[in-house]
């Protein structure tokens, strides 16, 4: 089994950063595709980005291209998302994700989910 543990939200002013981790423990995720995920109050879950296991190939999503980037940690059972030029409308409970086979927008896809973070941007 793979635990995942989501880090760094917060409360930030609109266009500041967060820089969101997730730390995998009970298995490594060296070889897992990584995605992030949100879900804003009365929302359905919103893909964001996902990283397949080599770092190689990243997906985001239109709503947050140019200002998020994923990525994988040196050691590889951390995954990042940076979050720059923060909006309010990014508000939400922000979710790490992983699978050892699938990978992409679809939630469906992973098997594996962290507890989530709260990021609330303020105008």
């Known amino acids: 089994q793979v635990q995942l543990v989501e880090s760094g939200g917060g409360l930030v002013q609109a266009g500041g950063s967060l820089r969101l981790s997730c730390a995998a423990s009970?298995?490594?995720?060296?070889?897992?595709?990584m995605g992030w995920f949100r879900q804003a109050p009365g929302k359905d879950r919103e893909f964001i980005a996902a990283?397949?296991?080599?770092?190689?190939?990243?997906v985001d999503a239109d709503s947050v291209k140019g200002r998020f980037t994923i990525s994988r940690g040196n050691a590889k059972n951390t995954v990042y998302l940076q979050m720059n030029s923060l909006k309010p409308e990014d508000t939400a409970v922000y979710y790490c994700?992983?699978?050892?086979?699938?990978?992409?927008?679809?939630?469906?896809?992973?098997?594996?989910w962290g507890q989530g973070t709260q990021v609330t941007v303020s105008s």
């Open positions: 009970g298995r490594t995720i060296s070889y897992y595709a």
């Open positions: 994700a992983g699978d050892d086979t699938n990978w992409g927008r679809n939630p469906g896809f992973y098997r594996y």
């Open positions: 990283i397949n296991w080599s770092g190689l190939s990243t």
